[in-house]
């Protein structure tokens, strides 16, 4: 077993790692911070996203309303950078856990789909439950008049990016299938959510500043019901004083050690 860098000491992941393996059930919620070894963008950090946009103009309904081209211009730009990361070293771990252990839930407040495709290379059977995507998919367009959802092109062709997306079947403008401020979570994906939390020993939160709701109640539910909650994340939040392990480290570096055969 590697030793992570960083404020972790073997002692701290030796601990997690027994009470992880002690455990009945895990329910992992991960936030932008799983994804930023992959270059993906987290929101709040030091080059986050809401340091240099603001997100009432980019990722609220009144936003889209008020001008969609410019909605549609930054859910473009973010689909080309996602388009080019891949699952980090963090991704893998988890999936390869999730096979060995499959009664495992992961909820992401991510839209990048990078545990679906970390799944998919760690080859995580039918047998897992899919990943739980509190936020939608940055590659998901949804009608916003009929509400037909389809996969969003990876590999959009410049010329035809200029116009505002329409639904082929009633031609009303198509959004990102993605949750905004201001709007209710997808209903069964949350109670899918509160449920794993409930029924789990263990919520390991992995990248979350936990600041923004219902998401970050999520490892409450699991301390409520008697559960414990490890906390992987190279700064303090406000869930680290009920972690009962933080583990200040990055996620691609640490998941590989605490979740490691
Ligand atoms: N490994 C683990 N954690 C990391 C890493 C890393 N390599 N790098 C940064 N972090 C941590 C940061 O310390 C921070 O606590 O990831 C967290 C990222 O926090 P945010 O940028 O606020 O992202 P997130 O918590 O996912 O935001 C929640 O807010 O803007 C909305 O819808 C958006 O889903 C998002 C939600």
């Known amino acids: ?15 997690a790692r027994g009470m992880l393996d002690a455990a009945r059930r895990v ?15 987290t ?23 008020h001008d969609p081209q410019l909605v549609w211009e930054w859910y473009r730009w973010r689909r080309g950078l996602v388009a080019a990361c891949e699952p980090n070293p963090g991704h893998r771990a988890l999936s390869a856990f999730r096979r060995r252990h499959p009664e495992t839930t992961v909820v992401t407040q991510n839209v990048d789909g990078l545990h679906q495709e970390a799944d998919r290379l760690e080859e995580v059977g039918p047998s897992v439950s899919p990943v739980l995507e509190l936020h939608g998919r940055l590659f998901g367009d949804r009608c916003q008049g009929c509400h037909r959802r389809t996969e ?12 505002l997306p329409r639904c082929d079947e009633c031609g009303d403008l198509l959004r990102p299938d993605v949750v905004w401020f201001g709007e209710g979570l997808p209903r069964s994906v949350l109670e899918t959510a509160v449920d794993a939390a409930r029924t789990a020993d263990i919520c390991l939160v992995v990248g979350t500043s936990a600041r923004v709701q219902p998401a970050a ?19 303090p939040t406000p869930l680290s004083r009920r972690a009962r392990v933080t583990l200040r480290a990055p996620a691609g570096e640490l998941l590989p050690v605490l979740l490691g055969p």
Not at 152 to 163: Q, S
């Open 152 to 163: 969003a092109v990876r590999t959009p062709d410049p010329d035809l990016e200029a116009a």
């Open 27 to 41: 329910v992992v919620v991960t936030g932008a911070g799983m994804s930023a070894e992959s270059g993906v963008p």
């Open 43 to 65: 929101f709040r950090g030091e080059d986050g996203l809401w340091k240099s946009h603001r997100p009432e103009e980019l990722a609220t309904p009144g936003a889209f309303q």
């Open 1 to 15: 077993m590697g030793r992570p860098s960083g404020l972790v000491t073997t002692q701290e992941v030796q601990a």
């Open 217 to 235: 109640s999520l490892p409450l539910a699991t301390t409520g019901a008697g559960g414990t909650i490890i906390e992987v994340n190279p700064s």
